[in-house]
């Protein structure tokens, strides 16, 4: 046998072993957190801590941005691969803790194999080297193209088309974005600018989150806006993008987001951020988003004829109200959406009636007219059917909106406007800058109350049929269609 040196013996032997732990590892799949309406969304294994996003926008939209995403995060149990959500997108490398490492994708997942091991509670940081394409189906979501650049729509299960990412609400984390345009584009994001970088033809624009932010709650703008600023109660900064041809005529509607704020202050507390303001866009998606601290609105929703001044402004409230309910306090899985727009449609019923819009009790009464019709199309408001394939936005029915904000009707009625104002300043204390569930929010209101709730909610929250509206036995529920 001839002489080996006892360093290259050692290296062959750490070589045999990698390959035998390779051999022994099965082919890479995709995996999920089990979400009820999601399975295969989300990863297990790690908890993210932090996302630094680079993209370069080369200004067009018919060319993918080059991107770096780095991950910082932690492992809560023993892992040889670490699957990322991402799709649409061409990766090119992968490190963990600055060492490349060999990656697959399988279906939506981008599976990383570690370089040894990793067992639980590693800090691990993971740099993708990758593309993020705007050219697919905007139906599906993640970028969304607008008449002079780009805007993001991820909710709910689309920020894994633009960047890797354990893409779901339970695993919020720190978002910090890098990007570079053109000099003559404006770049906004989530949190507070930090910075730019003028460089040649091209500028990088930093932006910072200060709290922890849902993957679906992303904000990226690039188009040639302007940032109109000013400020909100306490000093907080409120600042607005918006086209820039449309500065002036989009003005009577941007001056009222103060106020806004004030008056949801007034319901349930100091605003959960670091600012806020509206990024409008020149674009057709038939939705508005709360995207965390810079809520995207249609450019039409403010130019088109016909719409009255209280409903234009309700549905201001409504995304508004969405940064303390979903974005402050973001849903445990998928079926806790209710919480998330059952409130944002009840503060918005509620500055309706304020300004013009009509009783808030004459809109619940049509509500409850619907409601068994809505649960037999959709499922009951916490259990709702899983959206069909390719139909992901159907999630978002009619039961989650009105067929929701009767659920919080119903329990004013049932426990007092008193206690029924402490519970939401209570539960939004409780979980802020993190997750809830359908059964905190039950815990919570039956301490409040000061007796047990959970009967009363079930039959609201799970039944098949609307249950009595108390204080209104004669308010009745019309048979579905189909239904004798």
């Known amino acids: 046998m001839p002489f080996i040196p006892r360093r290259l013996r050692t290296a062959l032997l750490a070589a045999a072993s990698a390959a035998l732990v390779a051999a022994a590892l099965p082919s890479p799949v995709p995996l999920g957190i089990g979400d009820p309406l999601f399975p295969y969304l989300g990863n297990p294994g790690y908890d993210v801590l932090s996302y630094d996003i680079g993209l370069t926008y080369h200004g067009s939209n018919n060319t993918p941005l080059d991107a770096v995403t780095t991950i910082d995060a932690r492992t809560t149990e023993p892992l040889d691969r670490i699957n990322l959500d991402f799709t649409r997108g061409t990766v090119s490398a992968v490190e963990i803790n600055g060492r490349?490492?060999?990656?697959?994708?399988?279906?939506e997942d981008l599976v990383i194999r570690a370089p040894s091991r990793l067992p639980a509670g590693t800090a691990l940081r993971i740099t993708v080297r990758h593309t993020s394409d705007p050219r697919g189906n905007q139906d599906t979501g993640g970028w969304l193209r607008t008449a002079d650049g780009l805007?993001?729509?991820?909710q709910a299960d689309a920020a894994h088309r633009v960047f890797p990412s354990n893409d779901h609400p339970a695993d919020k984390a720190y978002f910090t974005f890098r990007i570079t345009a053109p000099k003559d584009f404006t770049v906004v994001a989530?949190?507070?600018?930090?910075?730019?970088?003028?460089?040649?033809?091209?500028?990088?624009?930093?932006?910072?989150?200060?709290?922890p932010m849902a993957t679906e709650l992303a904000q990226v703008g690039i188009g040639r806006s302007t940032v109109v600023e000013r400020t909100g109660p306490h000093g907080l900064p409120v600042r607005d993008v918006v086209p820039a041809a449309d500065r002036e005529r989009l003005e009577p509607w941007l001056s009222r987001t103060p106020g806004q704020l004030a008056w949801m202050e007034q319901q349930v507390g100091r605003y959960p951020f670091e600012n806020y303001g509206?990024?409008?866009?020149?674009?057709?998606?038939?939705?508005?988003l709360e995207t965390q601290t810079l809520s995207l609105f249609e450019r039409s929703l403010f130019t088109r004829p016909g719409y009255p001044q209280w409903y234009v402004e309700?549905?201001?409230?409504?995304?508004?109200?969405?940064?303390?309910?979903?974005?402050?306090v973001s849903p445990k899985t998928w079926s806790d959406l209710w919480l998330n727009e059952g409130h944002a449609t009840w503060y918005e019923a509620r500055y309706a009636e304020e300004h013009g819009g009509g009783p808030l009790e004459r809109r619940m009464r049509e509500a409850y007219l619907k409601s068994d019709g809505w649960r037999a199309a959709g499922g009951p408001p916490a259990r709702p059917d899983k959206p069909g394939p390719g139909q992901k936005l159907s999630l978002f029915r009619p039961v989650v909106y009105?067929?929701?904000?009767?659920i919080l009707y119903a329990l004013?009625?049932?426990?007092?406007?008193?206690a029924f104002d402490r519970l939401e300043r209570s539960w939004l204390h409780r979980h802020r800058d993190s997750n809830a569930t359908t059964a905190d929010f039950v815990r919570t209101a039956s301490l409040v109350a000061g007796r047990d709730l959970t009967s009363f909610f079930d039959g609201w929250l799970y039944g098949a049929k609307t249950p009595p509206m108390p204080g209104h036995p004669d308010w009745h529920s019309a048979r579905p269609s189909g239904q004798r």
């Open 412 to 418: 004013r009625q049932e426990i007092g406007e008193n």
């Open 190 to 211: 989530n949190g507070l600018w930090v910075g730019t970088d003028p460089h040649g033809a091209e500028t990088t624009w930093t932006y910072r989150t200060a709290h």
């Open 278 to 288: 509206l990024l409008v866009a020149a674009t057709d998606t038939g939705f508005e």
């Open 151 to 154: 805007a993001m729509a991820n």
């Open 402 to 406: 009105d067929g929701s904000a009767l």
């Open 100 to 107: 490349g490492v060999d990656f697959a994708i399988a279906d």
């Open 314 to 328: 309700s549905i201001m409230v409504h995304e508004l109200a969405h940064q303390w309910f979903g974005d402050s």
